[in-house]
């Protein structure tokens, strides 16, 4: 198993990056696909997740309407469109993924990449 992210950097408050998260378990292992961060001190969040069929995709409160999930199956990627950045976005951002027999739940993500860092910084 393994997950490869990359796309993070540093940015100014109010752009973009963009994450991918090459997964080889992905499409055929899993439910679905999420992204989640963690900032020095906090504990790791949900950032939001994608299904791997039928393209639904579910945000947690602080990111909605600014991020967007996406995937390319063909590529075995998914990807995490950051747009208005704020401060409080930066953190370590990790890939994730639910085994195709679970749920769709926080808690049931099991697969896991290394983290790319983001950092909004004026």
């Known amino acids: 198993v393994q997950l490869v992210e990359s796309g993070g950097g540093s940015v100014q408050p109010g752009g973009s990056l963009r994450l991918s998260c090459v997964a080889s378990?992905?499409?055929?292992?899993?439910?679905?696909m999420g992204w989640f961060r963690q900032a020095p001190g906090q504990e790791r969040e949900g950032v939001g997740f994608?299904?791997?069929?039928?393209?639904?995709?579910y945000y947690n409160k602080p990111v909605e309407g600014r991020f967007t999930i996406s995937q390319d199956k063909a590529k075995n990627t998914v990807y995490l469109q950051m747009d208005s950045l704020k401060p409080e976005d930066t953190a370590t951002y990790y890939c994730?993924?639910?085994?195709?027999?679970?749920?769709?739940?926080?808690?049931?993500?099991?697969?896991w990449g290394q983290g790319t860092q983001v950092t909004v910084s004026s």
């Open positions: 378990v992905f499409p055929h292992s899993t439910k679905c």
């Open positions: 994730s993924g639910v085994e195709r027999e679970r749920l769709c739940r926080w808690t049931e993500f099991s697969y």
């Open positions: 994608i299904y791997t069929v039928g393209d639904n995709a």
